[in-house]
């Protein structure tokens, strides 16, 4: 057999059947679920008369909107929001009626989608996992191909297990050499971004590969592929080595005994053939990353600490120039500007791309090696939000809850929180954040708010500074 | 599904590359646990001067009159034209509701993200690809042209302008199928449940482990 990607692998083990025009009709071994965009979902099996196909593929909890205070979160009935409350009750009704199994707001294995499977061993090499989530990329740090979808096909999979989709392109993309201590796979998804651009991936399946990948841990392969979507690539890609394996051992959703050695024997397969033909190859060299920070409006628009913010008068394309202009206008910023003068007034730390145990430790880091490291008095709210109760019981346990506690940090309980803003938990008009999520879109954070997306470590020197900071310095 | 065949509409710009769906339609309409009513809220942060809340009634909030939809001559538009990359970022099909709820079946740009260009056919909007120079041309046309319209033929797979000027597009011919005869795609998939089942076999031999006897964890 010719030498084939780990792509076309994953994709050709789950083609149930070749439909006409180049559509195949694919498999989906992994479901998951949360309130906001499943309503109508099952609405739609309801006034169907359908059933879900098979509901032990499907794992499902509230995240986008739930608040992330312990007072609202005692029982449902406290969640504030009325609107909240009924779409997290709405989801416990479908679950229920369905038999979908669901981690409540009051079990301990409740958190963001993308932090809870891998968590659980939900998620596994090989599998097809979908949500109705663009950052459903997430997972492919575990060799699975996985992407978002909309709520149409969050029907079409629960009704059915299958997909029709139409197959896109392998894109490896390189990255050799080794990242300098204080720069993460965050600043390396975002330099990466920045070079191919919001659209640069579209129509792509990206695979993550070369010596810098190899070293990743497993978390911060989820932030690498979390953002692949960041780069128009539905599916960010890493294929199985020894962390993968390692990460999965013991994991309660996972294989048993019975079926582990089996298991890793298949999954040691799950990488691309040597010399394996990729429709676009891109090289980066980790050794020349530095620590990242966006200036305007999409997540494109980055540069390094040591840089300025940029001019449109110098952008050639004027479509582009126009979309700076109007970037810059919004976040309110000069061109010229140095990166690390840009105050801020709050800072977020979690989401599924940075709420992982090991963006909790590196931020805790920044602040116990800064003696009596407090949050600057400018800054009016920092908040580190665990990805899952489970992060959450882990921090406490290695005692990080303490050192956020300490630097005045507030901590809380998981969700999505301020990545998104549908809680309770979001900037006000004109706000300007270090945040560790994913999008800097306009009002994503809230309406007028204004994002700066960084590193866990850059987020928390840019608290105790009240502006962002050079973590190597 | 609504049937889409033809559609002669007049034609509303929005001269902005990588338009995101949280611009689109705001996270906090998410909450909504429908799948209508989402209209008055496209855009809703470009198109009001205020901020939006799901359920709110929007004749009476302060509207943008720079913002392109607001302004007389593009009321009662199906046609969105817009730039490369429409539709990036969250996968949330509300923003496809909330165009087609505003009204809007054929959106015009020179590439749209890949999950918002899925979630249009899945609701029976029509996105249209075309060269990013035809685009440039079509919004030099409308601009100094009140009542621009564009006949789209779906069937023959072709734009007419106003001066008589046909531009073909291309489309998946799976996804043409569909949007010409507003077919449920759930249930040609349950057409194949044999053929599902039988790939299922071939799983569980394979991957056992993703076919426990019982639910584990849960």
């Not at chain 1, 969700?415 to 994913?438: K, Y």
Request: glycine share 8%; proline share 7%; with cysteine.
């Amino acid at each position: 057999m010719s030498a084939r990607t780990l792509f076309d692998k994953l994709w050709e083990s789950h083609v149930v059947k070749e439909l006409p025009d180049g559509v195949s009709l694919l498999y989906i071994d992994r479901h998951l679920v949360y309130e906001a965009t499943s309503p109508q979902a099952f609405a739609g099996l309801r006034s169907a008369r359908r059933k879900v196909w098979r509901p032990e593929t499907v794992l499902a909890t509230a995240d986008h909107t739930v608040p992330t205070t312990t007072a609202e979160r005692s029982a449902p009935v406290s969640i504030a929001d009325p609107l909240a409350r009924i779409q997290i009750a709405q989801l416990s009704r479908n679950c229920g009626e369905f038999g979908v199994t669901e981690f409540s707001l009051s079990d301990p294995r409740q958190g963001i989608i993308h932090v809870i499977g891998p968590e659980q061993g939900a998620t596994l090499p090989g599998m097809t996992v979908i949500a109705g989530d663009s950052h459903t990329s997430t997972h492919g740090a575990f060799a699975a191909l996985a992407f978002g979808v909309g709520t149409s096909d969050v029907e079409h999979v629960l009704a059915t297990q299958c997909l029709p989709m139409r197959k896109p392109q392998p894109m490896l993309v390189q990255v050799d050499g080794a990242l300098a201590p204080g720069v993460s796979a965050k600043d390396l998804i975002l330099a990466i971004i920045g070079k191919l651009g919001t659209a640069g991936g579209t129509g792509h399946a990206i695979e993550f590969a070369g010596s810098a990948i190899s070293a990743l841990s497993m978390e911060g392969r989820m932030t690498l592929c979390n953002m692949a979507i960041e780069a128009g690539a539905r599916v960010g890609l890493v294929a199985v080595d020894e962390h993968t394996i390692a990460y999965l051992k013991d994991r309660p959703f996972g294989p048993g005994p019975e079926h582990w050695d089996g298991a890793v024997a298949y999954w040691r397969t799950l990488t691309s053939d040597p010399g394996a033909p990729f429709s676009r190859v891109v090289r980066f060299d980790a050794a020349q990353v530095r620590p990242m920070v966006t200036w305007g409006t999409s997540p494109e628009m980055v540069v390094s600490i040591e840089d300025q913010v940029p001019d449109p008068a110098q952008e050639p394309d004027p479509v582009r120039a126009s979309g700076m202009e109007r970037a810059l206008a919004y976040m309110g910023l000069q061109p010229g500007t140095r990166i690390a003068d840009i105050a801020l007034d709050k800072v977020f730390i979690g989401s599924c791309t940075n709420g992982r145990i090991e963006d909790l430790r590196v931020a805790a880091d920044v602040l116990r090696r800064t003696p009596g490291a407090r949050v600057a008095p400018t800054i009016r709210q920092a908040l580190v939000v665990p990805g899952s109760g489970l992060v959450k019981a882990q921090a406490e346990a290695e005692g990080l809850h303490q050192v956020f506690l300490d630097a005045g940090f507030e901590w809380r309980a998981p969700g999505c929180s301020m990545c998104v803003g549908m809680n309770a938990d979001r900037l006000a008009p004109g706000e300007r954040c270090a945040s560790t999520s994913n999008r800097n879109f306009e009002g994503r954070q809230g309406a007028q708010g204004r994002t700066h997306l960084v590193s866990p470590a850059m987020a928390a020197a840019a608290a105790i500074a009240g502006h962002f900071r050079d973590i190597r310095s | 599904m609504q049937k889409f065949t033809h559609i002669a509409s007049v034609v509303a710009p929005l001269d902005r590359a990588n338009v995101d769906t949280d611009a689109i339609i705001p996270k906090q309409f998410m909450k909504s646990i429908e799948r209508t009513g989402f209209g008055a809220n496209l855009f809703d942060e470009w198109r009001y001067l205020d901020q939006g809340e799901l359920g709110q009634d929007c004749s009476q909030r302060p509207r943008n009159p720079e913002f392109p939809l607001n302004q007389p001559r593009y009321q009662r538009a199906q046609i969105l034209l817009t730039r490369a990359n429409f539709g990036c970022g969250s996968s949330r099909e509300h923003a496809v509701w909330a165009l087609y709820d505003a009204g809007f079946r054929v959106l015009i740009a020179p590439s749209f993200a890949d999950i918002f260009h899925a979630n249009c056919f899945k609701c029976g909007i029509l996105p249209i690809v075309l060269a990013p120079d035809t685009v440039d041309g079509l919004f030099q046309e409308l601009a100094p042209t009140p009542g621009y319209t564009l006949e789209i033929d779906l069937p023959a797979q072709r734009i007419v302008t106003p001066k008589g000027t046909v531009i073909a597009f291309q489309i998946d011919p799976f996804r043409k199928h569909c949007l010409l005869n507003g077919l449920d795609d759930i249930a040609l998939t349950l057409n194949d449940a044999d053929a599902i089942h039988a790939y299922e076999a071939r799983r569980r031999e394979r991957e056992p482990w993703l076919f426990p006897a019982r639910r584990t964890g849960g």
